[in-house]
């Protein structure tokens, strides 16, 4: 399987023309020319199921954490809290600034459908980024670490948010799905915002409420985008069109998009609509309900 699946990815080398970049890190280009690209590549692919351990064990600890800091001072780590955010909003930052030329120039020059249900993101500077945005979901999970250790509110959409975007990021890496290219350029951008916000935030800034409110909100537009485009690529799967996305990948990221719309949207009406509203936190990745102080 493995086999077939390199060459696949020899043939999708010469469709990827969307966008020529004027410069490559050398990182960048060897993951596209380098024997050790094809021996990590093929050992993901045949792993790629670790990851469901890895979220099994995240879990375990998240609640194992809170049980050993029940009765202990929380540790405030002010800033080592400011240096992991800004660590990866500049890896948002920089993922987004490399993923969205690629991704912005095959939209405007080959089109929704084909940004879709074709995929050819696996070489060069799109290869390279789209493999670090999936395994950055394994470094993602330290964010809770500091809910745990402060001993914050720890809400059920934070940390199923993070186990299962470790595991459907994963997933998609593994088989291919075109429909990945725009879960990368959404959660880059989002994500650029986001780990900034919350950057600030951790160094006290006074933000306003309207810019939490506003990520929030384009968090919960990326999930309505996803629940699309899996409607989108499921129909035209039944309508007899061709598209590179599993028939059990689409119903598994219609499960998960679905899911992450509707607790967004339970915390954003929580947050922001009722009329008297507590104060709204921030902390390691997703939004924490309200109802801290502010000092903390």
Same mark, same amino acid.
């Given at each position: 399987?493995?086999?077939?699946?390199?060459?696949?990815?020899?043939?999708?080398?010469?469709?990827?023309?969307?966008?020529?970049? !004027?410069?490559?890190?050398?990182?960048?280009?060897?993951?596209?020319?380098?024997?050790?690209?094809?021996?990590?590549?093929?050992?993901?692919?045949?792993?790629?199921?670790?990851?469901?351990?890895?979220?099994?064990?995240?879990?375990? $600890?998240?609640?194992?954490?809170?049980?050993?800091? @029940?009765?202990?001072?929380?540790?405030?780590?002010?800033?080592?809290?400011?240096?992991?955010?800004? #660590?990866?909003?500049?890896?948002? =930052?920089?993922?987004?600034?490399?993923?969205?030329?690629?991704?912005?120039?095959?939209? #405007?020059?080959?089109?929704?459908?084909?940004?879709?249900?074709? %995929?050819?993101?696996?070489?060069?500077? +799109?290869?390279?980024? !789209?493999?670090?945005?999936?395994?950055?979901?394994?470094?993602?999970?330290?964010?809770?670490?500091?809910?745990?250790?402060?001993?914050?509110? $720890?809400?059920?959409?934070?940390?199923?948010?993070?186990? =299962?975007?470790?595991?459907?990021?994963?997933?998609?890496?593994?088989?291919?799905?075109?429909?990945?290219?725009?879960?990368?350029?959404?959660?880059?951008?989002?994500?650029?915002?986001?780990? !900034?916000?919350?950057?600030?935030?951790?160094?006290?800034?006074?933000?306003? @409420?309207?810019?939490?409110?506003?990520?929030?909100?384009?968090?919960?537009?990326?999930? =309505?985008?996803?629940?699309?485009?899996?409607?989108?690529?499921?129909?035209?799967?039944?309508?007899?069109?061709?598209?590179?996305?599993?028939?059990?990948?689409?119903?598994?990221?219609?499960?998960?998009?679905?899911?992450? %719309? +509707?607790?967004?949207?339970?915390? %954003? !009406?929580?947050?922001?609509?009722?009329? @008297?509203?507590?104060?709204?936190? +921030?902390?390691?990745?997703?939004?924490?309900?309200?109802?801290?102080?502010?000092?903390?």
């Amino acid at each position: 399987m493995i086999e077939e699946t390199l060459k696949q990815l020899e043939r999708d080398k010469a469709r990827q023309l969307h966008y020529n970049y !004027t410069y490559k890190f050398i990182f960048e280009s060897k993951w596209q020319n380098s024997p050790e690209f094809r021996q990590e590549l093929g050992w993901l692919l045949e792993h790629w199921y670790v990851c469901i351990l890895y979220s099994a064990i995240y879990i375990g $600890l998240v609640f194992l954490g809170q049980h050993l800091m @029940k009765n202990r001072e929380k540790f405030h780590l002010h800033r080592s809290l400011i240096a992991w955010n800004i #660590l990866l909003a500049g890896f948002s =930052i920089i993922g987004a600034v490399r993923i969205l030329p690629n991704f912005l120039s095959m939209l #405007l020059y080959k089109g929704l459908d084909y940004s879709i249900c074709e %995929f050819d993101m696996d070489y060069g500077v +799109v290869g390279f980024w !789209t493999t670090a945005f999936a395994m950055s979901k394994l470094i993602d999970l330290f964010d809770t670490a500091f809910v745990v250790l402060r001993k914050q509110k $720890l809400i059920f959409l934070h940390w199923y948010h993070h186990a =299962i975007t470790l595991t459907f990021s994963w997933y998609l890496f593994k088989s291919f799905s075109s429909i990945g290219r725009w879960f990368v350029a959404m959660n880059f951008t989002v994500h650029s915002l986001m780990y !900034t916000y919350y950057a600030f935030k951790a160094a006290r800034f006074n933000i306003p @409420k309207k810019i939490s409110a506003l990520i929030t909100s384009l968090q919960l537009g990326q999930m =309505i985008t996803g629940v699309w485009l899996n409607v989108y690529a499921l129909l035209k799967k039944l309508w007899g069109g061709s598209c590179d996305v599993p028939m059990e990948g689409l119903c598994f990221a219609f499960f998960i998009y679905f899911t992450f %719309f +509707v607790l967004f949207y339970n915390f %954003f !009406t929580n947050a922001y609509l009722k009329k @008297k509203p507590s104060v709204v936190k +921030v902390c390691g990745g997703v939004f924490i309900t309200a109802g801290m102080k502010k000092s903390e």
